[in-house]
């Protein structure tokens, strides 16, 4: 595959923790995610695209612009992905990739409409976190 034009350069990614997004190119989100270091995370994505797996070559493939948010801390940027993940679930369908769980990938796809837990984005930790060291 020829050059992304939307590659940023390396020297522009800053190494801040934060959120990105892959944009298509009509600015639908097509995939979020977060990282500690930005640049080491985003830099991922445009190494050797034959490396990358097949759905990361399809949503880089379809991808117009890639764009992120600083943040303070890793959680801040926890908080700010969870934050965009219910923002986009009205238009896109959350799938949690299965060689890297932490990261959230948006794919068009109609979401049903659930009732109860299984509706959450994300599973409720914070009793399983609060039992710790009982």
Known sequence: MS?????????????QPGVYRFLDGRGKVLYV???????????????????????TQRMLTAAADVKWTIVDTEYDALQLEFMWIKEFKGYE?????????????????????????AASARPNVGGACSNVGR
């Open 3 to 15: 050059e992304l034009s939307f590659r940023p350069k390396t020297s522009e990614i800053p190494t």
């Open 33 to 55: 995610g977060k990282a500690k270091n930005l640049k080491s995370r985003l830099t991922t994505y445009f190494g050797t695209f034959s490396k990358l797996h097949e759905r």
């Open 93 to 117: 369908a959350l799938v949690v990739t299965s060689e890297d769980a932490h990261q959230s990938e948006y794919v068009s796809a109609p979401v049903p409409q659930q009732a109860g837990p």
